[in-house]
C-alpha cells in the first residue's frame, strides 16, 4: 500500500515538473509512462530522436545526487538520462550541469541540453511555506556542529540511545542541554522512535546516515583545522605507524587499505594537535606551496584535527577510521575518482 501511495507521489513529482516546463517554455514535451502503474518512464521533446529517461527523486541531497551521477556513468546514461525531483538548489544544478545531465524541477528550474533543444533556466525557488518546513527538517539541532557528533555516535552504538544523557554527552563530547534538543529532533523526525516507555530505537538508519553524510561537509568537514602537506616519498608516508601518535587514516588511503580498489592520490590524517610534529618530522612533510596547490600532480598530505576523540572515529580495523568516515572523505572530495569508488566501498563496506 505504502509503495503504491509512493507512485502516485512521484508521479504528481514528474506531471508538475513537465506541466512547469511545458508553460515556461511552450515546449510541448509528453510524458511517456512504460506502462499504466509505472511512476517513471520517459520525455519526448519536439525535433529530438530519443526520449529522455526519466528518473524521479522526491527528496534530493548530495550524497544521492552523487550517487545518482555516479550511477548514470557506470549505465553509460549520463547524457539521456533526466532527474526530476521536488527542487533543485543552485549547487546541484551546477553538479549536474557540469556532467552534462539533465534535470527538471517542480518550480520550474530546468537544464536540458540535447540539440536542437537547449534549455538553462535557473532562479527559481520554491514557495516560502515550504522552505520553512524544509529548514525545520533539515537543519535542526540534529545536524547542525554540534549535534553532528551525537548522531555520529548514534550510528556506530545504536544502543547509546537507551543510555542516560549524561553517558551520551560524555561519549560525543558535547553539553547535556545538546544531547536532548539532539533527541528530540530526531525524534521529531522519525530517525528515533519510543517503543515503550523505557526502549527507544533507531529507525531507518540508512536515511539517518545519508542526512550525516549529506550535512557533514559543510557542518563537520569545513569546521575542522586542516594543513595541507606534501611529500615526495609517499613510501615513507605509508609506513607510518599511526597507533603510536593519537592519530588514524582516513580518506583515499584508508578505502585502499580495506580493499585495493582506490589507488590513493591524496592522503588525510586525522591526528592530534600535539601529536602533528611527529607526523610531519617521520614522514618528512613539507607544507604546500601555493603553486603546488593548484597542480593535481603533487601529493597531498592533509592533517586534520579530528571532531571526537581519536578512538571514537575507529572502524573495524584499528588503524583507519569507520567506513562511513570515509564514505564521507571521498564523497566530500568531489572527485569524480572517488564518487565513483565512494559507490562501491558502500556496496561493499556498508549497505
Not at 536540458?112 to 539541532?141: F, M, R, S
Not at 604546500?288 to 571532531?307: M, R
Request: proline share 3%; charged share 25%; with cysteine.
Amino acid at each position: 500500500m505504502a509503495k503504491i501511495s509512493e507512485q502516485i507521489m512521484d508521479h504528481g513529482i514528474i506531471q508538475a515538473a513537465i506541466e512547469k516546463l511545458n508553460l515556461q517554455t511552450s515546449l510541448g514535451a509528453e510524458y511517456k509512462t512504460f506502462k499504466k502503474e509505472c511512476t517513471e518512464g520517459e520525455l519526448a521533446l519536439p525535433n529530438v530522436t530519443s526520449n529522455l529517461i526519466i528518473k524521479c527523486k522526491k527528496h534530493l541531497n548530495t550524497t544521492t545526487l552523487q550517487k545518482y551521477i555516479a550511477e548514470l556513468k557506470i549505465k553509460n546514461q549520463i547524457t539521456n538520462a533526466l532527474l526530476i525531483t521536488e527542487y533543485i538548489n543552485p549547487n546541484q544544478a551546477t553538479l549536474l550541469k557540469e556532467q552534462n545531465t539533465s534535470f527538471i524541477d517542480r518550480v520550474g528550474n530546468t537544464y536540458i541540453n540535447c540539440p536542437p533543444i537547449y534549455i538553462d533556466i535557473q532562479g527559481n525557488k520554491p514557495e516560502k511555506a515550504h522552505n520553512e518546513i524544509a529548514l525545520v527538517k533539515q537543519l535542526g539541532k540534529a545536524f547542525q556542529p554540534k549535534g553532528m557528533k551525537v548522531v555520529f555516535m548514534f550510528l556506530v552504538q545504536p544502543e547509546l540511545v537507551n543510555k542516560p544523557m549524561r553517558t551520551i554527552a560524555k561519549v560525543a563530547e558535547v553539553a547535556l542541554g545538546t544531547v536532548k534538543q539532539v533527541i528530540d529532533d530526531l525524534i521529531y523526525q522519525e530517525f528515533i522512535v519510543q517503543k515503550d516507555q523505557h526502549t527507544k530505537t533507531i529507525n531507518n538508519s540508512k536515511a539517518l546516515l545519508e542526512k550525516w553524510l549529506d550535512a557533514y561537509p559543510v557542518t563537520v568537514e569545513a569546521k575542522l583545522k586542516q594543513e595541507i602537506f606534501t611529500t615526495d616519498n609517499t613510501e615513507l608516508l605509508q609506513k607510518l605507524e599511526l597507533n603510536n601518535v593519537n592519530a588514524i587514516w582516513g580518506g583515499e588511503y584508508a578505502a585502499q587499505q580495506y580493499d585495493d580498489y582506490l589507488n590513493a592520490k591524496n592522503y588525510l590524517i586525522y591526528v592530534s594537535p600535539e601529536h602533528k610534529k611527529v607526523i610531519l618530522k617521520t614522514a618528512r612533510l613539507r607544507k604546500v606551496k601555493a603553486e603546488d596547490n593548484i597542480n593535481d600532480a603533487v601529493t597531498k598530505v592533509i592533517l586534520v584535527e579530528p571532531f571526537l576523540a581519536i578512538e571514537k572515529l575507529i572502524g573495524s580495523k584499528t588503524h583507519l577510521v569507520h567506513p562511513y568516515l570515509i564514505y564521507a572523505n571521498l564523497l566530500a572530495s568531489r572527485d569524480a575518482r572517488n564518487i565513483d569508488a565512494a559507490t562501491r566501498f558502500y556496496e561493499k563496506h556498508i549497505a
